[in-house]
């Protein structure tokens, strides 16, 4: 029997998600599948707390993926102008060779090659560094200035804030008191690229935002 599932990205996806796993391991029987692993492909982060059974099934499957992949990623791009200068180097240096007796393939290791190959030992791990650079999973409380507050225009206006390194997930309305609602919105971010308090502080508590917005406060960070 056929499961379909969609927007995993959204809360009703999540919550299809998390009654479909109720009572289940994973997908597809008591271990897990190729049916797991396109499901994971579709959920962005760890649905949290708020769909407990999609959570626990989210950490499992990443348990397992990680123990099946022990190596160190460094990272990878993949296209024709990344593998071109790997390709080329040697032809272009063999072009320049014309003199077959002025090549040395053996000879000894002068303290310039010493020096070069140290450099590029040096480059190579601080990229590897720069790459390894880790996400975080964030859950903002959104905070309106009263019960009149249009939460549709202000969910709008907070998604609207684009950056590289973030990314907007699953929301929803949580009701404070009085009739007011506050919103809770799901967000990744890498590291190295978003700062949460710089977000918080210079786009979301500001012009164009703060005509919706009173303050924003940070539920949970949870490093991915």
């Not at 040697?90 to 310039?112: I, K, Q």
């Not at 997930?169 to 919105?185: C, D, E, F, M, T």
Request: hydrophobic share 35%; aromatic share 6%.
């Amino acid at each position: 029997m056929t499961v379909t599932f969609s927007d995993l990205h959204t809360e009703s996806g999540l919550k299809s998600l998390n009654e479909y796993l109720s009572g289940k391991s994973y997908i597809s029987g008591d271990q897990i599948s190729k049916d797991d692993i396109k499901v994971y492909g579709a959920v962005l982060v760890n649905p949290g707390d708020a769909f407990p059974n999609a959570s626990k099934w989210y950490e499992s499957v990443s348990s397992k993926l990680a123990s099946s992949f022990p190596g160190k990623a460094c990272g990878v791009r993949v296209g024709a102008a990344a593998a071109a200068p790997v390709e080329t180097a040697p032809a272009e240096e063999a072009a320049g060779d014309d003199d077959d007796d002025d090549l040395d393939l053996f000879g000894d290791e002068t303290e310039e090659d010493k020096k070069a190959a140290e450099e590029r030992e040096k480059a190579k791990k601080q990229s590897s560094k720069k790459k390894e650079s880790g996400k975080s999973s964030v859950l903002l409380d959104v905070k309106p200035w009263d019960d009149e507050t249009d939460m549709a225009a202000l969910e709008k206006a907070v998604r609207s804030i684009e950056m590289p390194g973030l990314l907007w997930g699953a929301s929803k309305l949580a009701p404070v008191g009085y009739g007011i609602k506050k919103l809770q919105i799901m967000l990744t971010i890498v590291d190295d690229l978003v700062s949460v308090d710089s977000l918080i502080e210079e786009h979301l508590t500001v012009e164009p935002c703060s005509e919706y917005i009173q303050s924003c406060d940070i539920v949970a960070f949870n490093k991915i």
